[in-house]
């Protein structure tokens, strides 16, 4: 009589301590986008609410996935909560647009209350004391306007590093200029991208007394423009022209890529959880002016392109599968010129402790020889950059 007793005091002693513990939250951030909502904001949110405990994903009693969509000025948020509590859903799914150029407080003020709207009812079935509900009419009457502000946007990136040594030294640095007008249904691009690196060491003295030089200066400058059009959920269409110019020891004096192109997609762009699955086909027109003559006799090359991209990344709560197939070949002479490349990728949560991730490419490339002939032996700045 004693143990029943006994073993029916734990019981309830360990049901009222479940019943008085806070609601366990745990926060994923699967695309934070472009503000400081997915940690800072959903932490502090937590933070703030004395029902509310962040807890690692092990222990957690609700986890929250976020995952943020690029519209224009607008982070689109979509809220996941997953849950196995008694009395609670298993699953909701809030969506709530944040304006990327407002300050922090005012996008708070958009984040909280679809927050804490999505926790209420894992709240209330352990503490439904601790909720009040109530209803108001809605001030706008329907979605934000995505397309209030301007639809222009101009980016500058800065980049650099390197590294000094008494023998060795070296520096990198990237300047890119990049503008954008986006509409709902359409989009243009306009930038130029730049790099350019030093590298300074030892020289290599040969068998026969020859010095030779393993200082290398590179630079690369890659500018054109595109414009995209959305015809309708599944199918877009676009145009882009793109052209590239390297330093003397490069591959190319120039070249460049024009092309049109459509493409399917299974998914919305603005997928709320940036599920991507598609279908892309090309056909244009390269030209090229090589630095170095090829095994064909060439210094110049123009001939017409076709190619498909193939993509697909789907995302559930714990796993991600992702796999991607490039395919671009000369037109008339595929086995002249032409590279695939393949590129799947995994990653899972596994358990509630560890997460693992596996990513490769495999790509195979055919495209015309330089002419070793045509090559200073000496010139290593040169004879390295023949990767290619």
């Known amino acids: 009589m004693r143990l029943i007793c006994f073993v029916a005091c734990l019981l309830f002693g360990l049901a009222r301590a479940h019943a008085d513990s806070p609601i366990r939250v745990a926060i994923e951030c699967e695309q934070p986008g472009r503000t400081k909502a997915c940690p800072a904001f959903l932490l502090g949110f937590i933070d703030a609410n004395k029902v509310l405990l962040n807890s690692p994903r092990a222990g957690a009693d609700v986890v929250v996935y ?12 979509h809220l996941r909560f997953v849950s196995r509590m008694p009395g609670a859903p298993e699953v909701i799914e809030i969506d709530v647009d944040l304006d990327s150029r407002a300050n922090d407080d005012e996008q708070r003020a958009q984040l ?22 109530s209803l108001n009419a809605p001030a706008g ?5 995505v397309t209030d502000g301007s639809p222009w946007s101009l980016v500058v990136e800065l ?32 930038g130029v991208f730049s790099d350019a690196g030093i590298n300074r060491q030892p020289p290599l003295t040969l068998d026969d007394g020859t010095v030779v030089s393993l200082d290398t200066n590179t630079w690369a400058i890659h500018a054109g423009a595109e414009y995209i059009e ?30 049109a192109a459509i493409e399917w997609d299974r998914f919305a762009s603005n997928d709320p959880r940036g599920n991507r699955l598609g279908v892309f086909y090309s056909l244009g027109w390269k030209t090229e002016r090589y630095r170095v003559r090829n095994e ?7 001939y ?19 796999l991607s197939m490039d395919l671009e070949a000369q037109l008339l002479h595929p086995m002249r010129r032409h590279s695939l490349t393949v590129s799947p990728q995994v990653s899972m949560k596994v358990g509630d402790h560890v997460d693992v991730g596996v990513t490769f490419s495999l790509t195979q490339r055919e495209l015309p020889a330089p002419d070793m002939s045509a090559i200073d032996p000496s010139d290593y700045a040169l ?6």
Do not use: C
């Open 296 to 302: 064909l006799g060439e210094t110049f090359a123009t």
């Open 304 to 322: 017409p392109v076709h190619g498909v991209t193939a993509f697909g990344s789907v995302r559930f709560d714990k796993i991600t599968l992702g």
């Open 383 to 388: 004879i390295s950059r023949l990767s290619y």
């Open 230 to 259: 959305l015809l309708d959920e599944h199918w877009s269409t676009g145009i882009g022209s793109y052209t590239d110019f390297n330093d003397p020891k490069g591959q190319y004096a120039y070249s460049n890529r024009t092309r």
């Open 66 to 77: 976020a995952t943020a969509t690029e519209v224009a000025l607008i982070d689109r948020m």
């Open 141 to 145: 009457g329907g979605e934000a306007d």
């Open 112 to 133: 909280l209350p679809a927050f804490l709207r999505g926790l209420t009812l894992y709240v209330g079935a352990r503490h439904p004391e601790a909720v009040t509900v």
């Open 159 to 190: 980049k650099g590093n390197g590294s000094y040594t008494e023998r060795y030294r070296s520096a990198s640095g990237n300047l890119n200029l990049i503008g954008r007008w986006i509409m709902p249904k359409r989009r243009a691009l306009a």
